[in-house]
């Protein structure tokens, strides 16, 4: 939880889930570009499907991967969501087992449609 604390201290619910994301991703490190099974990551995706409504800043446990992409259960809908590599805007971020409780609280969530 110590690469959390900037984070933590700097995170509102009055600042934009932009902002918020950008501090969370400041405190993180070793981004990786293809995820693990069974692992928790929060990353940057902008869906390319008109007319859909998706999470822009998506904080997963991560599913199966695929030569287009990935899926993993979206915690801020739990709900199993697809990920298309092109999408990714950022790289993926591990977030551990003892910080997913604390990183799903965040106001990070931002959901749009296309």
């Not at 008109?50 to 599913?63: A, E, N, V």
């Not at 030569?67 to 199993?80: L, P």
Request: glycine share 4%; hydrophobic share 35%.
């Amino acid at each position: 939880m110590e690469r959390l604390e900037p984070a933590l201290k700097s995170i509102s619910s009055t600042k934009s889930p932009e902002m918020n994301m950008r501090i969370l991703l400041s405190c993180l490190d070793s981004p990786v570009i293809v995820p693990q099974p069974n692992k928790y990551y929060v990353f940057g995706y902008l869906a390319k499907t008109p007319g859909i409504t998706f999470d822009q800043h998506p904080l997963i446990l991560s599913g199966n991967v695929y030569r287009w992409g990935f899926n993993g259960n979206n915690i801020h809908w739990n709900e199993i969501r697809q990920y298309t590599w092109n999408e990714l805007y950022t790289p993926l971020y591990e977030i551990t087992d003892e910080e997913i409780e604390t990183v799903s609280k965040l106001p990070i969530a931002k959901f749009r449609t296309r």
